[in-house]
């Protein structure tokens, strides 16, 4: 079943912020869980939690003691015990710092790319009924600062797009949930050129 991310009209991009690093639950005993907390503190809320294998994890910052960081998690962000974590790495797109199976997207009209290959994306919404797979032409990253450090082009039967994705934390102006990248999207047609906007984030395996 393809996974649908809604998303309000209205996207904020909070600020400039390094690339989220990606993590695993590490160190749970196994049926154990690592809790996930409403803020930086094992006194704090418990508000859902992380199985032994769970991951990819994005810490979007840590604290200041360095024991916390702050992750997005269902309809708004939590926190998790960074002793509790090991580094992973995700295959990239060649020549940038994006993830493969980073997921961008908005609304009104809704839209969706998702970095399913390291050659190809998946195109959700734009007027079809069903996802496209495009072919991924180009891409780039910034030569004189960050805020489009990486550009995306891709193809299909339809249409052109490109895929301009920064590392800033994202609100998509309908959750409380904070997305560690931002993204625009054009999308070229015969008759005409759309600009869209949105948030990404890597789908987390609870």
């Known amino acids: 079943m393809l996974a649908i991310l809604a998303f309000a009209s209205t996207v904020t991009t909070v600020q400039a912020s390094p690339v989220p690093q990606t993590y695993r639950v590490s160190g749970i005993s196994a049926g154990g869980v690592l809790n996930v907390r409403a803020g930086p503190s094992v006194t704090a809320a418990d508000v859902g939690d992380l199985g032994a294998e769970a991951g990819p994890l994005e810490i979007l910052e840590v604290d200041a003691s360095g024991d916390w960081g702050r992750v997005p998690w269902r309809e708004s962000d939590g926190w998790v015990a960074m002793r509790y974590l090991a580094p992973t790495e995700l295959p990239r797109i060649d020549g940038t710092v994006l993830p493969v199976g980073l997921r961008c997207a908005g609304t009104e009209p809704f839209w969706g790319v998702t970095l399913a290959a390291p050659d190809a994306v998946r195109i959700d919404h734009l007027g079809a009924e069903a996802p496209r797979r495009a072919e991924l032409t180009a891409s780039t990253e910034s030569r004189n600062g960050l805020?489009?450090?990486?550009?995306?082009?891709?193809?299909?039967?339809?249409?052109?797009?490109?895929?301009?994705?920064?590392?800033?934390?994202?609100?998509?102006?309908?959750?409380?949930?904070?997305?560690?990248?931002?993204?625009?999207?054009?999308?070229?047609?015969?008759?005409?050129?759309?600009?869209?906007?949105?948030?990404?984030?890597?789908?987390?395996?609870?």
């Open 147 to 206: 805020d489009f450090p990486v550009a995306l082009e891709a193809r299909d039967d339809e249409a052109r797009y490109t895929l301009l994705v920064r590392p800033a934390l994202c609100s998509d102006g309908m959750s409380e949930r904070s997305y560690g990248w931002s993204a625009d999207l054009l999308w070229h047609r015969d008759d005409g050129l759309t600009l869209l906007s949105g948030c990404c984030g890597i789908p987390l395996r609870e």
